[in-house]
């Protein structure tokens, strides 16, 4: 793992906690940009004025293996450059002695710090621009954020690097709503495209497809569904796609394609959506 790293510093710099913990203000709460299972992300600044976005992993017990989460971020996205991937530009990993309190006494314990830091995009994650309602941005930046992140997947695909928790939460955009697929904590390297089973089930419940949840199987289709999720989502917003889930797809095309007077006719009710033109 370390030569790796050293390998590549020069594409992906260490940087020291210390320095880390400076730009964040100690990581305090007024830097805090985001909240996840596995860490918190803090807006730091660097000398030379650029914008950082610091992901800090939380401490792990042994069983959930998070060394092997670090890695998998730092080693998949090192190789990895792509106007739809989001740019790893730094690492932190250091064990240091601190002198903590514990059971009343205070004693000397070894404290692992994981750090890692990305590009700060400034329009957030996908999820904060989609709605419950239809269809919240206009057609054109819609198609702009299937398309983008849909490049994205396919680069990873062809280095046999598979996401596994593709999800609006882990597409960011910056501030020409380019997306970017961010958080590689799940993903997994397979020089194979043959499916695979694990022992148990990961990713998000939602995103994760049927063959995952009932026989734990992995395979390149795992991110495709994901991915076919979010397109129903940024199309239907987040009610309509439970609301519709069970439509025929032809249904459900002509439902978007419909325009700002279109109706749709389904288990004997009438839903009437106020859509942007989808299409001509």
């Not at 790893?88 to 064990?95: F, M, N, P």
């Not at 049927?210 to 395979?219: D, F």
């Not at 076919?228 to 309509?240: E, H, K, L, N, P």
């Not at 439970?242 to 839903?271: L, N, P, W």
Request: hydrophobic share 30%; proline share 4%.
């Amino acid at each position: 793992m370390l030569s790796r790293l050293q390998h590549t510093s020069g594409v992906t710099s260490p940087f020291s906690f210390e320095m880390l913990k400076q730009i964040t203000n100690n990581f305090s709460e007024e830097h805090i940009i985001g909240r996840g299972a596995y860490g918190v992300v803090y807006k730091g600044v660097l000398d030379n004025g650029k914008e950082i976005a610091v992901k800090k992993l939380k401490y792990m017990p042994p069983e959930h293996d998070s060394n092997k989460q670090f890695e998998n971020e730092c080693t998949n996205l090192m190789g990895v450059q792509h106007q739809n991937i989001v740019r790893l530009v730094g690492y932190c990993h250091e064990t240091r002695r601190e002198y903590v309190e514990h059971g009343g006494k205070y004693v000397w314990a070894e404290v692992d710090e994981r750090v890692l830091c990305f590009e700060y995009l400034q329009g957030g994650s996908l999820d904060k621009h989609v709605s419950d309602e239809p269809c919240k941005l206009d057609w054109d930046m819609c198609y702009k954020i299937i398309k983008g992140v849909s490049e994205g997947l396919n680069h990873l695909h062809k280095d046999s690097i598979f996401h596994f928790d593709l999800k609006p939460g882990n597409i960011l955009l910056d501030n020409n709503m380019m997306p970017k697929i961010d958080d590689f904590g799940l993903s997994r390297f397979f020089p194979s495209a043959e499916t695979c089973t694990t022992a148990t089930n990961f990713g998000t419940l939602g995103y994760i497809p049927p063959e995952h949840i009932i026989g734990h199987q992995i395979s390149p289709k795992y991110d495709v569904f994901s991915l076919g999720v979010i397109i129903v989502i940024i199309m239907a917003g987040f009610r309509g796609y439970y609301e519709y889930k069970d439509t025929a797809s032809f249904e459900f095309i002509k439902y978007v394609k419909c325009g700002k007077k279109g109706y749709m006719q389904r288990r004997g009710h009438t839903y009437h959506k106020k859509l942007r033109h989808a299409s001509k």
